[in-house]
């Protein structure tokens, strides 16, 4: 029942956010070395950031900094002189950028051959409806709570907006496990299609994006979240099972 509530709650988040970070259009150019990003889920300015990544299908290595959180937070403040965040690392420019607006901006014009979207509409209409987001997910995601780390990055294949990935993601960031984020977002009508009835309409379907493609020939299937952790060897689709291996493995509660 909680499960069912927690899921309809993360629907309407991606409500809130007005589903963006759902869909994707490749950048022009993949960074050679993965960006870092300093991050807290329900902070309302990383998830724009988040959404950014997905919609430009940019790899990411997420390091959670949830309030309390001990693990990469002092690594964030000693890189950038300050705890805030998002903070953005790109080793390939060896550029360090807070804020937004300005990361987003980075992001297009860096590795896209596209104008980003205006500075304006960020700041008023995606912050606002962010915030929104973030309110209705209240304290998930936010807090740390003790865990044990992990020596490598977990991998999770997903797209912003998705709900069942969100949770895995809020889970990550309490927990304070770095993850590597494989951007599955959509880019054809039959990306919408639930999974098995596409598996049974299209089961030859070719995906246009690199990440659903690689998917696909790994798993057989397209679905988010999907959960790699090479420190185990553990790989789930099912949120719910993802998180009841997380906690098993991870949690110190
Ligand atoms: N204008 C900044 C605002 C960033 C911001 O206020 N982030 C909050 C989290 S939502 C923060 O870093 N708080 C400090 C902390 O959590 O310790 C942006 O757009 O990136």
Known sequence: MTSALNLLNSLATSSA??????????AARQPVETLVLYDIENCPYCRLVREALTELEIEVLIRPCPKRGERFRPEAERLGGRAQFPFLVDPNTERQLFESADIIAYLYATYADRKPPSQLRIKTVDTASSMLASGLRTRRGMFARPSVSAEKPLVLWGFESSPYARLVRERLCELELAYRVRPIGKAQWQDFALT????????????AGTY?????AKTGQVMAPYLEDPNTGVALFESEEILEYLDEAYSRL
Request: net charge positive.
């Open 196 to 207: 098995p009835v596409r598996n049974r309409l299209w089961p030859e379907f070719e995906h």
């Open 17 to 26: 956010a007005l589903w963006r970070g759902t869909m994707s259009r490749p």
């Open 212 to 216: 659903r493609r690689a998917l696909k």
